[in-house]
DNA sequence: GTCTATACCCGGATAGAC
DNA sequence: GTCTATCCGGGTATAGAC
């Protein structure tokens, strides 16, 4: 999506200061939010014009689904090569409660991309059902391998740990002490392979912070 | 809450007057969320004019803050009488599913108003200390009383449900086929004590809708 | 390519007539 | 209490000079 076609020659220059755009929006639309968000301070931010701006990505929508497109490209090579589901959750966790204007962003941005009309609209939901799919597999082949408990469809489950995440991402905005990794961590936990009723002294260990 | 007393006099009017804005703004609210209404919309429900409606209302905020009460208001009748915190939360994710304007509402506004300069903010802080520290007495009886695992905290337990419940909310209204209340429903099946090993029969009947 | 200036629109709030 | 008219601010987008 947005593919930039990609000119060879005068161009070069252009392409650059494109990115450079894209990094000060990130960070921009990162602290701000969608809505809090101007032109005019992301043009600052670079140290153009807003005008100037507008010569690269021709209306602020184009401009807001390229940094959106953007940031997904950096969670997944975070996150790519890590081993069971519940755990690149819990790590993203992790990584996001250190960027608290970016987890701002999501949260308002795929809100107001449930209506239909707005330009992100199709960005969240193709995003969305791709995780919950991605998910689900993992969680079915560790079903496969016994490494998680059987008793729920890896669909529902999916759903569950990224409901948990953008849940408890909301909630920490709300309250910073809210402790996301922690919690879904110990969502993990309940979903190993149930112990005999008595011997479950190995899930209540270092989790509570 | 919102208790409106009915005094006879020259302020009847007025009093019937402000609530059926605020019934006006809930809806319209609820339709176009927080950024995609203005006065002029919700005053045209009304059938007045938007100057004529901060007659009632000094400010857009003041608005705001009111129909947030009032909608708290409806939802606390709601599962005021209800039995576990798991099927309190699975019950109102029922009712949700078929007032999808509200939802978005919610979903919106209380990600904006993570911010503390939003007038929503006290607001929505407040509210989820409350349903936190709620659901959290009510599974510390019910681990008491040995009706569900005991194994995790039930802080972490509460702020599970509540992510649960609001993750879930964001991604229905992304994508309607999501199943909020079966979800729930599993998460709360696997919060049940846990059975032995073999004998998880009961565990998987009639809710993969 | 980049700027300044400006047109334009929208929404909230205010003033003042009725 | 309610309206019309108006102001004002913020934001996007455009025109046109350099």
Not at 49 to 76: I, N, W
Not at 175 to 183: A, I, L
Request: with cysteine; aromatic share 4%.
């Amino acid at each position: 999506m947005t593919t930039p076609r990609k000119p060879r020659g005068p161009y070069r220059k252009g392409l650059e200061r494109r990115q450079q755009i894209l990094r000060a929006a990130l960070e921009v639309f990162s602290e701000h939010g969608d809505r809090g968000s101007s032109l005019k301070e992301i043009a600052d931010h670079v140290g153009m014009s807003q005008a100037g701006l507008l010569h690269y990505f021709d209306s602020r929508e184009e401009l807001l689904v390229a940094v959106l497109a953007e940031r997904d490209a950096v969670d997944v090579e975070a996150t790519a090569n890590v081993m069971t589901p519940g755990e690149a959750v819990a790590r993203t966790a992790a990584h996001n409660a250190r960027q608290r204007g970016l987890v701002d962003l999501f949260v308002t941005l795929s809100a107001a991309a449930s209506d239909p009309d707005h330009p992100a609209h199709a960005f969240f939901t193709s995003r969305y059902a791709n995780l919950a799919g991605q998910i689900e597999d993992g969680l079915g082949k560790a079903q496969d391998r016994d490494e998680i408990r059987t008793d729920v469809e890896p669909n529902h489950m999916a759903r569950m740990l990224l409901a948990l995440s953008d849940g408890l991402q909301l909630q920490w905005l709300l309250d910073p002490s809210v402790d996301m990794e922690g919690t879904i961590q110990a969502f993990n936990r309940i979903c190993l392979p149930v112990a005999a009723e008595g011997d479950t002294s190995h899930l209540d260990r270092g989790d509570d912070s």
